[in-house]
């Protein structure tokens, strides 16, 4: 399990979250949702160890994250950010292979081609291969991307351990067929036995594929639970200040939110 317990966060003299708990369980998808400046990503920071909350902790397996070898850390969970920026001239594939740094000496250069290329297999960016990464567009960059951080927490017959996979914003710079692409493949990986966790700002794709979700605003924990107990008209109003009307959606047993 990866958690945040009763976390509180201050920067620059303001508070960004307050007494936020949160845990994300191997085998299940979860989405957090809230307006713009809610403490979305700040949280993302706290669970993925990059940000020190001052009040609370974050931890792995019940032990805290700043306790963890770094190494080790990475080979258990991995982190997708909003943007990724590299100022070298490598191939996407050479991008990809990144991710496999934290198995130096764990598994062989064989090993690491396999699965770097199977990461790319499922973020369908395989025909990028060799495509210098500057030239690529925003989507293809972040699908790269996706593929890297994937191949960072990949499965291994020596190491049975739970993974996590953190997203912030992953459907963010994506085309619609690939954003539902990427966010079957979360839940796929989910269904694998991983944890994940994607910050999104879709309602309807959140409800689609999350197992769970968790509404933040103005930094405290709002809401939490299956989508047809969290996507309220009343608590879509509290939440984001918007009249909204809730239905089903069509072909999946889910709610499908409508701008009243």
């Known amino acids: 399990m990866l958690q945040a317990l009763d976390v509180g966060v201050r920067l620059g003299g303001k508070g960004i979250l307050q007494a936020v708990s949160l845990s994300l369980q191997a085998g299940e998808f979860v989405a957090v949702l809230g307006p713009n400046g809610a403490g979305k990503s700040t949280l993302l920071r706290v669970l993925t160890g990059a940000l020190a909350p001052q009040v609370g902790k974050a931890a792995l397996d019940e032990r805290p994250l700043a306790a963890w070898n770094s190494r080790e850390l990475a080979r258990r969970r991995a982190v997708l950010p909003q943007s990724s920026p590299l100022a070298f001239g490598f191939r996407a594939f050479e991008v990809v292979l990144l991710g496999r740094e934290p198995h130096s000496g764990l598994s062989s250069r064989d090993e690491d081609l396999e699965?770097?290329?199977?990461?790319?297999?499922?973020?369908?960016?395989?025909?990028?291969?060799?495509?210098?990464?500057?030239?690529?567009?925003?989507?293809?960059?972040?699908?790269?991307?996706?593929?890297?951080?994937?191949?960072?927490?990949?499965?291994?017959?020596?190491?049975?351990?739970?993974?996590?996979?953190?997203?912030?914003?992953?459907?963010?710079?994506?085309?619609?067929?690939?954003?539902?692409?990427?966010?079957?493949?979360a839940r796929g990986w989910s269904r694998a036995g991983a944890g994940v966790l994607a910050v999104l700002h879709d309602l309807n794709l959140a409800a689609m594929y999350a197992d769970r979700l968790c509404i933040l605003k103005a930094g405290r924990l709002e809401a939490e639970g299956e989508p047809d107990a969290v996507l309220t008209a009343d608590t879509i109003r509290r939440c984001f200040d918007l009249e909204v009307v809730v239905s089903r959606h069509p072909l999946r047993d889910c709610p499908y939110v409508l701008p009243s």
């Open 115 to 185: 699965v770097a290329d199977a990461a790319m297999q499922e973020t369908d960016v395989v025909h990028l291969a060799e495509r210098s990464y500057a030239t690529l567009s925003g989507g293809e960059q972040q699908r790269v991307h996706l593929a890297r951080v994937m191949s960072q927490v990949w499965p291994g017959e020596r190491d049975s351990s739970s993974r996590f996979l953190l997203l912030d914003e992953p459907t963010s710079s994506l085309d619609l067929a690939h954003q539902h692409a990427i966010l079957r493949l």
